[in-house]
C-alpha cells in the first residue's frame, strides 16, 4: 500500500504520537504488572483478550473470518506473538523496562541483516553506519567483559527483538508474494495461532497466584483493548498514509518513553556503560530512519510506479 500524498498529514501524525505514548508507556506496565501476575500468565491473558478484541472488531467490519495464509500466519504467530511477546515479559520478570525496551528495538538492525539472508536485499553504503553503531551499542549494554551478574535478561530482549524482525521477513515475503495483503486479518489471526501455545505454557509453567487487584484488571485491559488493538489498527491507518521512514522515524519515541517512565515512576537507573549503549542505539536507529525516509522519497519522485 503506498501512502496517500493528497491528504493531509496532521490526521496520521497525531495517530503515530498516540501510538508511541500507548506502546513507550506500555513497557512501565508491563513491568508494574509483574508484581500482581506471573510473566506467562499475564502474557497469555493479554494476548488472549488482544484476539478477541481484533477478532469483534473483523467481526463487526464484516470483513471475512477465514485465516489467511494458514500456515504462514501460524508460522508468524509463533515467532512474533509466542516467542516475541514470550521473551519480553520474561525479561521484564528481572531486568528494568528502560533498558529491556532499548534491547528489543535493535529488531530494525536484525530485520536488515535477516532481510539480507533471506530476500537478497543488500545491506549497502550509508546502511553499515547505523548497523555499526547498534552493535558497538548492544556490546556495551550486554557488557561481555564483566564477569558479575546474570545476562540472562538481557539476552531474552535481544532474542526477542530477533523474533520481532523474523517476523516482519515474513510479512515482506508475503507483501512479495500477494500484492493486497489485509494487514488486521493477518495481525489478528497471528495474534490467535501465537496465543495458543502461550496458554498451556502459562498453565505448565509453576508462578504465583494471580492478584486479581485494580492494576492488574487495568493493565490487561490496556494491553487488549489499546496496545493490541486501538495502537494496531491506528498504525494500519498511519502506514497507509505516511512514508515508511517517517513512520520508522515517528516510533523512535516508543523507548524514549519507555526509558523515561521506568526511569521517572519505577526509579531504575542507568550504569555507565548501559547509559553509553543506549545512547548509540537511540543514534543508530534515528540514523537508519532518516535513511529509509530519504530512500522512500526518492522512490516516490521515480516515474511509472504505481
Aim: with cysteine; hydrophobic share 55%.
Amino acid at each position: 500500500m503506498r501512502p496517500n500524498p493528497g491528504k493531509s498529514a496532521a490526521g496520521p501524525v497525531l495517530a503515530l504520537a498516540f501510538i508511541s505514548l500507548i506502546w513507550g508507556y506500555n513497557w512501565v506496565v508491563m513491568k508494574e504488572t509483574l508484581r500482581y501476575a506471573g510473566p506467562f500468565d499475564f502474557n497469555a491473558l493479554r494476548m488472549a483478550l488482544g484476539s478477541v478484541f481484533l477478532f469483534v472488531f473483523m467481526a463487526w467490519r464484516r470483513e471475512p473470518l477465514r485465516p489467511p495464509f494458514p500456515a504462514w500466519t501460524a508460522i508468524l504467530g509463533l515467532t512474533q506473538t509466542a516467542l516475541g511477546t514470550g521473551l519480553i515479559v520474561w525479561a521484564l520478570e528481572t531486568g528494568g523496562a528502560g533498558k529491556t525496551s532499548i534491547l528489543v528495538y535493535t529488531m530494525p538492525f536484525w530485520i536488515l541483516l535477516l532481510a539480507w539472508l533471506v530476500l537478497d536485499e543488500k545491506v549497502r553504503g550509508a546502511l553499515w553506519v547505523p548497523i555499526v553503531l547498534a552493535f558497538c551499542g548492544l556490546v556495551c549494554i550486554l557488557e561481555p567483559w564483566a564477569l558479575g551478574g546474570t545476562p540472562q535478561s538481557k539476552m531474552l530482549a535481544v532474542i526477542s527483538g530477533v523474533c520481532w524482525a523474523a517476523g516482519a521477513v515474513i510479512v515482506k515475503l508475503l507483501q512479495r508474494r500477494y500484492r493486497r495483503l489485509d494487514l488486521i486479518r493477518l495481525t489478528t489471526w497471528q495474534l490467535i495461532f501465537g496465543t495458543l501455545p502461550l496458554i498451556p505454557v502459562a498453565f505448565l509453567v509453576p508462578s504465583p497466584p494471580i492478584d486479581w487487584s485494580p492494576y492488574f484488571i487495568g493493565s490487561i485491559a490496556y494491553n487488549a483493548i489499546l496496545v493490541c488493538g486501538v495502537a494496531f489498527l491506528l498504525w494500519t491507518y498511519v502506514i497507509g498514509r505516511l512514508p515508511a521512514g517517517l513512520a520508522g522515524l515517528g516510533t523512535l519515541a516508543v523507548p524514549v518513553i519507555g526509558m523515561t517512565g521506568s526511569r521517572l515512576q519505577l526509579g531504575e537507573t542507568i550504569g555507565f556503560w548501559e547509559g553509553w549503549g543506549i545512547a548509540l542505539i537511540v543514534v543508530a536507529l534515528a540514523l537508519l530512519s532518516v535513511i529509509r525516509l530519504r530512500e522512500s522519497r526518492k522512490a516516490d519522485l521515480v516515474p511509472g510506479q504505481d
